[in-house]
């Protein structure tokens, strides 16, 4: 959910649309050479293949799209409900639970989303915040292909949240790869959404990598509940030609 590249990027450029070069980001990032290279890569990836593909899927009608993205979420909440319950906020985890049950049922299997209409909406979570509680260390900054900006800790949670989700072990064989697949699907519909904003950093003269480390690095510390210092706030600002 949260920290593919393409999401990341597409709501840092919406956020700085009007961005200077970037300002210094102060954090330690002793894999930076690696971390460009992937980075690089990332980029290329999208140039040949995520982007093209991304306008042909954005010919689809939007109600289209729509549904399937609601369908990729609603088939990812029993793992989120998961990590509500490790994360021991039973309170979240039923109230997920409700959401899931009832778009299942009443949305059609997540087409459509019925429960946000009656005040259900989403307690996201996910492996990397139950890390987080747990109190595993963030780790170091790292850019993973195609998921793009991470950390160390937030890595080892996707693979967690892949396995996390009761849905893969239940599914009929047939049907068992649909989630993942919509998902994917999914994240060309945000490219398409987005594509103005990502190619404003993707393809910029400015240094995007510094840029998405900073956005990144503050805004996940942000939704874990850590504080911010003063002068990481200064660089993001500045950043952002605030």
Request: with cysteine.
């Amino acid at each position: 959910m949260k920290k593919t590249t393409l999401i990341a990027i597409a709501v840092l450029t919406v956020l700085g649309a009007c961005a200077k070069a970037p300002a210094p980001t102060g954090y330690d990032d002793p894999h930076e050479a690696q971390n460009r290279r992937t980075y690089g890569a990332n980029i290329a990836l999208d140039r040949a293949l995520i982007s093209p593909a991304a306008d042909t899927y954005g010919q689809v009608p939007k109600p289209v799209r729509n549904s399937v993205a609601m369908f990729a979420e609603n088939a990812s909440l029993p793992g989120v409900v998961v990590n509500k319950l490790l994360q021991g906020q039973v309170d979240d985890a039923v109230h997920n639970a409700v959401r899931f049950l009832f778009n299942s049922t009443l949305g059609l299997l997540g087409l459509f989303d019925v429960a946000s209409e009656i005040g259900l909406e989403e307690r996201s979570s996910d492996f990397g915040e139950t890390l987080h509680v747990w109190g595993v260390p963030e780790g170091d900054y790292v850019v993973l292909p195609f998921f793009g900006a991470s950390t160390e800790r937030d890595g080892l949670g996707i693979l967690g949240d892949f396995v996390l989700n009761p849905l893969s072990y239940v599914l009929p064989t047939e049907v068992r790869h649909l989630p993942k697949a919509a998902w994917v699907v999914s994240k060309f519909g945000d490219r398409y959404d987005f594509a103005d904003s990502v190619d404003s950093i993707l393809y910029s003269d400015g240094d995007g990598y510094g840029t998405l480390q900073l956005y990144y690095l503050d805004s996940r510390r942000y939704e874990l509940g850590q504080v911010v210092e003063d002068n990481e706030l200064d660089d993001l600002y500045d950043a952002y030609g605030g």
